[in-house]
């Protein structure tokens, strides 16, 4: 009877642990582009960011038609070139493909860099909200379902690098 009485209390014990660890852990998740497309905000910043493209695209397509009626201008008048002169022509025809070239990437990464900058806002906004939420909820972790990237943790949720460093024989400070 005393065997079976501490055998209740230690399972009893187990069992209220358990309890206590599962409410102190709460994990939520979100489709972070799913509320980013949601956003008020997006209509106007598509339509900023597709102005933008096609300006560029425009300016894009104008230095590519130019380039190609040099290169059809040199190639139907190539004949009369002295070898010199040859040789100038195809230098600058070669220079300005690179300067297309160069400009295609320079656009690129400012179409990048103007993305980033509308919608650095939106994404503020959302982790604030994030923020709230889990705080008031008491989650210790929210994580994005699409990424799988941890995007709220808790200050009560526990760093565990030192204790893997440890186990791997590496001091913190190599």
């Not at 994990?27 to 497309?37: A, D, F, L």
């Not at 059809?72 to 070139?81: F, T």
């Not at 889990?134 to 030192?162: C, M, P, Q, W």
Request: glycine residues 2%; without cysteine.
């Amino acid at each position: 009877m005393k065997q079976k009485s501490t055998l209740l209390l230690i399972g009893l014990s187990f069992f209220i642990s358990q309890s206590f660890a599962q409410e102190s852990l709460k994990i939520g998740h979100i489709n972070y582009t799913e509320i980013v497309m949601k956003m008020p905000e997006m209509d106007s910043i598509q339509r900023i960011l597709n102005k933008e493209a096609e300006e560029i695209e425009n300016v894009y397509n104008e230095l590519i038609e130019e380039h190609e009626k040099n290169v059809q201008k040199y190639e139907a008048e190539q004949e009369s070139y002295s070898e010199f002169l040859k040789n100038t022509k195809q230098k600058e025809l070669i220079e300005a493909a690179g300067k297309i070239q160069e400009f295609r990437q320079n656009a690129a990464e400012q179409l990048e860099k103007r993305n980033m900058e509308l919608f650095h806002p939106v994404h503020l906004k959302i982790d604030k909200a994030i923020e709230q939420i889990a705080r008031k909820n008491h989650y210790t972790y929210i994580f994005d379902i699409i990424s799988g990237k941890i995007v709220y943790h808790s200050e009560n949720s526990i760093d565990l690098n030192s204790i893997v460093l440890n186990e791997l024989s590496i001091t913190a400070a190599q």
